[in-house]
């Protein structure tokens, strides 16, 4: 995998930080959390991970173009 540059890692920040996020697949982690399992990305590192605060209590961090994952919306308030 490439590094990322300052830009790239700041863009991925601006992108997740903040956002609920559902694990579709982490293939190379030998204790990947579950596929569905949802959390919030609580920052980006300085090498690009996402790393998560998993609704099961987790934190494993999520790798961009390796991990499988999608952004959800939160459900709307009224």
Known sequence: ??????????????????KRIKALQMPRDPHPVPTGTEGTCLMVDGIGNLLMKWDNGRTLSLI???????????????
């Open 1 to 18: 995998m490439r590094m990322l540059s300052q830009e790239e890692i700041e863009e991925l920040g601006n992108q997740y930080t903040g």
């Open 64 to 78: 961009p173009g390796v991990d499988s994952f999608e952004v959800i919306a939160l459900p709307s308030q009224k």
